[in-house]
């Protein structure tokens, strides 16, 4: 691999800023000597431009002298031995190098040694405790005790995926205990040796890789929490890279995501993985041709909804507050503005089916983009209604509307009839409104001129949608980091892995939309609860309090589904939140039109006035 090094008069310092105001990631003394090499300068190294090719030839020659080198001539680097992380790797490698005593024949300015490029290179053992871009005096992005829910560095194994233990030895050599083939200190990396290792394949870990080798030798153990770390921070230095519009520096950043990302397991990694796709994309302008055909992403969202109990959340809390609102009426009208697969639907069908009286008659609009392959899908949605509301003796009529945007929705054309009480749905379908100009104005317009009496609110509980990148590609960090999380753990009982698998595409899609994308191509703009309350109540809603019957109801349901562990729910202010641990992720808000005169509070629980979770 070739680069380009250019003396400049100033070199270019790394800094982030986080949630909280916090200073710079980095300290920029480490930076401040002209002529040294970029991106080894943001991962901690003093290394002079001038210098790379003596650093990448002493490199090669150490592994050379490592490798030929007899058992007992590396005795003296055994566990008792721990070489902290360098930051001057020349001088770091010409004092290694002299302990050895290098055969005569191995030139140090032998032009025929590979680049340290190649897989065969062997860095030195790296202590990443001391590593200049870790954060030393200022208190650094993750400090804060109200963080400790997420952006965890997550211990895995794939670092040891590919490493044999040696057999044990026969049972009479077994005299004293043989060293540990692993052997790790806080902080620390130590290159050891085994005694028993046999000419077996053994590998050897590089930055996460697992190097096959034909004959014994030392192993580097990497500390995959530190890794975590410094994989953190490089995302974070990518990112303020990207806004500074410093894109030489943001390229070769973001090569480093992926070998830092191997290292960890689980969450972490597909975090950073999507994280890592999004940047890519904003820097080299890999923008998606067309949207996502909204089948396939009608698709996903069904698998999200059968991992996780966000959208069971969602329907649940949003059809309490519509039936509540239906009570005693006799011709009601849902319209609902994200009617994909309909899977809201049957379980409020049910619950006015078995409400005393009798059901009323029940007519649902739906609506939904034009599809991409000529099916007409909300025609086939709404008979697989009619065949329910049939059985479970429900009159029933629906309409399937289909609309490119919700701006372009006037409320003429939905049939409205006299004497009909008309209820307006929407779950994570108002924030890709604001990616146009008075697209949010125009509908809450519209929806005011339906005289609704209620309208249910679904949205994320995240602030994607500030002017500034870094503070938009924190916030989705931290957001998409407790998802991912939760996804992990989402309870006792086993999850299909294809719908974890699609789950996390689902959200993947969106991680790539709010770190690639700007303008009107960027339509995952989440805000937070406190955001749209104050866009409704500029546009003439009032909010209706959920009630504690809600409460108590969703909590059941989290229970049923994930045995309550990790998943949060929080009444604010009579709206209801769903989190994981201390962070909440959804937020489901209850609106009328302020003239209305308030609804009544349930006064407790009832079995008629309960849709089925």
Known sequence: ??????????????????????????????????????????????????????????????????????????????????????????NWLESMLSEFNPAANCSL??????????????????????????????????????MDYDLKAIPGKALYSHIEQPPPPPPQQQQSPAPPLYQRESKRLKPTTSATTTANSVSFAIGGWGVPTESARPVVLVDSQETGIRLVHTLMA??????????????????????????????????????????????????????????????????????????????????????????????????????????????????????????????????????????????????????????????????????????????????????????????FELHSLLARPGGIERVLSAVKDMKPEIVTVVEQEANHNGPVFLDRFTESLHYYSTLFDSLEGCGASPVNSQDKLMSEVYLGQQICNVVACEGPERIERHETLAQW?????????????????????????????????????????GCLMLGWHTRPLIATSAWQLANKPALPLPSGPSSSSTPPP
Not at 540 to 563: R, W
Request: aromatic share 8%; proline share 7%; net charge negative.
């Open 1 to 90: 691999m070739k680069r380009e090094y250019h003396h400049r008069p100033h070199h270019p310092t790394c800094s982030t800023t986080s949630p909280t105001g916090k200073g710079k990631m980095w300290d920029a003394d480490t930076q401040q000597d002209a002529g040294m090499d970029e991106l080894l300068a943001v991962l901690g190294y003093n290394v002079k431009a001038s210098d790379m090719a003596e650093v990448a030839q002493k490199l090669e020659q150490l592994e050379e002298v490592i490798g030929n080198a007899p058992e007992d001539g590396l005795s003296h680097l055994a566990s008792e031995t721990v070489h902290y992380n360098p930051s001057d790797l020349s």
């Open 238 to 427: 990518c990112a303020e890279a990207v806004q500074q519009e410093n894109m030489k520096l943001a390229e070769a950043l973001v090569k480093q995501i992926g070998f830092l990302a191997v290292s960890q397991a689980g969450a972490m990694r597909k975090v950073a993985t999507y994280f890592a796709e999004g940047l890519a994309r904003r820097i080299y302008r890999l923008y998606p041709d067309k949207p996502l055909d909204t089948s396939f992403s009608d698709i996903l969202q069904m698998h999200f909804y059968e991992t996780c109990p966000y959208l069971k959340f969602a329907h649940f809390t949003a059809n309490q507050a519509i039936l509540e609102a239906f009570e005693g009426k006799k011709q009601v009208h849902v319209i609902d503005f994200s009617m994909k697969q309909g899977m809201q639907w049957p379980a409020l069908m049910q619950a006015l089916a078995l409400r005393p009286g009798g059901p009323p008659s029940f007519r649902l609009t739906g609506i939904g983009p034009p599809s991409t392959d000529n099916t007409d899908h909300l025609h086939e949605v709404g008979c697989k209604l009619a065949q329910l509301a049939e059985t479970i003796h429900v009159k029933f009529e629906y309409r399937g509307f289909v609309a490119n945007s919700l701006a372009d929705l006037d409320a003429s054309m939905l049939e409205l009839q006299e004497g009909e009480s008309v209820a307006v749905n929407s779950v």
């Open 109 to 146: 300015d032998n032009p025929f040694l590979p680049p340290i490029s190649q897989p065969s290179a062997i860095p030195p053992p790296l202590d990443y405790t001391n590593c200049s871009a870790q954060p030393k005096q200022e208190p650094s992005l993750f400090d804060s005790p109200a």
């Open 533 to 573: 309350r104050a866009r409704l109540g500029s546009a003439g809603f009032d909010p209706v309090n959920l009630g504690s019957n809600a409460f108590k109801q969703a909590s059941m349901l989290l229970a049923l589904f994930a045995g309550g562990d990790g998943y949060r729910v929080e009444e604010n202010n």
